[in-house]
């Protein structure tokens, strides 16, 4: 069926428009005049199908009770290339029939013609009673404006709209308020996202709409430049918020016309595209890509506080509350006073003390210390203050006072972030500034370094209350603002070619000093920032069955209370890196590393060292075990040989299983066994893998994985011993038929099965690998790539093997590929630990040459560095 002439006219009309809008975009135009163009296409095409659609009912009188109203983003004028038109048909009661007809052939032009157009029909009653109660209603008719239709209809309507608005000021702010946080949290609630969604994520345009929904509320006005003439919009959020908005707009016109179609999250391959594009040239340290979005988030920080703040403005307390906070408040000094749920400045006081900065730095560790809020009135002016203030060189107790606000955990985290938004941090710490919105270009990360380092902090108060052990941890360190400074700070070395640790090391012995820190604190502050790394390297990436280890890491922390300051530490860096990587995996490792080295310092015990006393009872207990069983020699003769490291991190129940399967099934065909069982401890299955093997383990390991792997399971950790003539390897394995609990019995059978088929047909092909679809998971192209593949030899950790550490990103199949590039390479592997940062793996294989030996000479290190290398490729 040929298209109808208005939608070919339309059509036309809307490719050239947006093509010409295109070219101006390209040419640096800025985002309002674009948006203006595409809002003025909108009109043209929106008006010529409403003609159309009216021609045949010109002479119907009732054509003068409708009125075409647009709203939302079409109201305001502030399109992107492909946005919808959001209509509404208002109608008196008797041209409603009317409007029936119209609105479908709008509806049908305006999609034919390449606008997705939503269209409602109400009468002004109706619109109105619909806004009362549902925000989302409220906000898109606050902006709206006449196309077409009757003039009279339409101003009685939003005269009406206006001021019952007004007179509901109070409800309608809480409920768009109420409905803006749970936007927010679904798109996103800090700021700081690396893959932010322009219109919908915290500070982005909503918010910038948020203030004129307000504005709309209280004042009938949604304009900024009115709502800064009234008075309620101060003149640096009015020009922050204007900047903001002419940033985000151009933006989001990027995004459209990239894609041809609506797009508004900002993935980390675009942002990559439009640092060049935009002309980012970046800076020692800082990738252009870092360099736009600390642009990004600096714009989109100015927004989130002044459309926090304008909510809060109109959205203060009942006066009862206020009269109830006056009564039962308490006199602090002759400034302060403070009630049951907050503290603030008396209000003739307040002008001076608003612009002392050591009294602003004491007024929040007041709060902090008591847990109470400071009053919106308070703070307003003290920002309103500090904006106006010339950075002066700290005082001493201006220093004395911030020591004092990170001495308590209280409310610390988001009055730290205060101080950050007023820049008050980076002139006691100037080294600060470079942080701010300082993106961290890999999908470790979630958050911004300063967002991040926040967080921490945050991560660190909230154990105040843990019953846990890392709990009483937190609560046993008596310098808690030693801890919280260093979190603060600890990858403040970010955004340099030198490495993090190394350069944080260097400032946190410049801020002790600028912070008049003695000697002691100074030294232990310095190191936790250069170390802040060690417990997560040993943790994730190292054999803690193996005393040498623990011995090292011991070495290297020096005491017990270091110890504790350093494993909280690690432990609220890694809650603060993004949602669900502090996994209970990860947790167990690091507290059985914690363990391991608190029982050194306490008994002189080095746990799995042969002098170790809980070998030997570990020993004694399997020997009952199978005695009670009635085992078999052959039973006694394994356990003999069972190495110290299994004994050392195995449970007598389970070794004694291990060594009855293998004992009860000598004399069979099979040469493999695979138990499984569910270790609780890790929350994760444990297959264990045992082979009888001519001489050396060389080539199970990879068999074993690709088994595993082709099983569609995640393999976390494995531990690769020999035990006389066995290979006797375990598994850790994730598995998403199970993700929260034990396989079922069916599923470890099936497993299992494959497991021994694989590896005792040494030549049969490895089943296909799975296609798994992981709505969690964002898979971006191989640009934003941008962290070295590399092969780093370890030959001084532990005496008897060589450490190699494979550092990629994750692709399937990839540890079969390197467990197989190794076994080629005829290297006998003992241990191996899987460690993966979302997209990001950083794989450790204990190995030696088949004589015993460490890879020492550099040639071998490099034929095997080149193997492994090879299989990215």
Known sequence: MSMRPIVLRCRELLREGREKAHQQHRSGSPGTQISTLLADLYDDVVLDVWNEATREFATDDRLGGLCLIAHGGFGRRDLAPYSDADLMLLTTPRSESLATKIAGNLTRDLSDSGITPGLSIRSAAEACSMSWTDPIVFTSLAESRLLAGSLQLYKNYFDAFRHGAMRRSKQIIRDIVAARREERAKWGETTYLLRPNVKRSRGALRDIQLIRWIGFARYGETDLDRLLRLGALPEDDYRNVRQAFAFMLRLRNELHFREGKGQDVLDRATQMEIAQTWGYAGTEGVLPVEQFMQDYFDKARNVRYASSYFADDADSRPWLHR????????????????????????????????????????????????????????????????????????????????????????????????????????????????????????????????????????????????????????????????????????????????????????????????????????????????????????????????????????????????????????????????????????????????????????????????????????????????????????ATELLEQIPLSLLSRCEPQDLANEIMAVADRSDRDSKTICLCRFDDSFKAMLYTVIRREDKHSIGTFARATGALATSDLTIMRAQIEMVGDYAWDHFWVLDPQSPDGPASNHRTSEVSDRVCRLLDVPDAPLPAYRSRWKPSTVIEPNQVQVLPTKVVFDNDTVDRYTIVSFFAYDEVGLLYRIASALAEKRLVLSFAKIDTHLDQVADVFYVSEIDGSKLIDSKRQEEVRAALLDVVN
Request: proline content about 5%.
């Open 323 to 634: 009269v109830y906070e006056r009564v039962f408040s308490r006199k602090i000094d002759e400034k302060i006073r403070m009630g049951p749920a907050h503290i603030w400045v008396r209000e003739d006081r307040l002008p001076s003390f608003s612009q002392s900065l050591p009294e602003v730095l004491r007024l929040m560790s007041l709060a902090n210390q008591h847990n109470r809020r400071i009053s919106h009135h308070t703070w307003q002016a003290i920002r309103l203050a500090m904006q106006d203030r010339s950075p002066t060189q700290p005082k001493p107790e201006t220093i004395e006072a911030f020591l004092s606000l990170l001495s308590n955990p209280g409310r610390l985290a988001p009055l730290l972030r205060r101080l950050h938004e007023l820049r008050i941090i980076e002139q006691l710490i100037p080294e600060f500034r470079r942080m701010r919105g300082l993106l961290q270009f890999n999908a470790y990360h979630k958050y911004t370094v300063d967002a991040h380092s926040f967080l921490a902090v945050e991560a660190a108060t909230n154990m105040q209350d843990d019953p846990g052990g890392m709990g009483r941890r937190y609560r046993r360190i008596d310098d808690k603002r030693l801890l919280h400074l260093a979190l603060l700070i600890h990858d403040i070395g970010k955004g340099y070619e030198e490495d993090h640790c190394i350069v944080g090391a260097r400032i946190a012995r410049d801020t002790a000093k600028r912070l008049n820190l003695d000697s002691a604190t100074a030294e232990t502050l310095e190191w936790l920032v250069l170390k802040h790394l060690a417990v997560n390297v040993a943790a994730f990436r190292h054999d803690l069955s193996d005393p040498e280890i623990v011995l090292s890491f011991a070495a290297e922390v020096g005491s017990i209370r270091r110890l504790e300051l350093l494993v909280v530490h690690s432990v609220a860096d890694l809650i603060s890196v993004g949602p669900g990587v502090a996994t209970d995996w990860k947790m167990n490792l690091i507290e059985d590393l914690y363990k391991r080295t608190r029982r050194y310092f306490d008994s002189g015990d080095l746990p799995g060292s042969p002098n170790d006393p809980e070998i030997e009872s570990t020993r004694e207990r399997v020997s009952k075990e199978l005695s009670t069983r009635s085992a078999s020699p052959i």
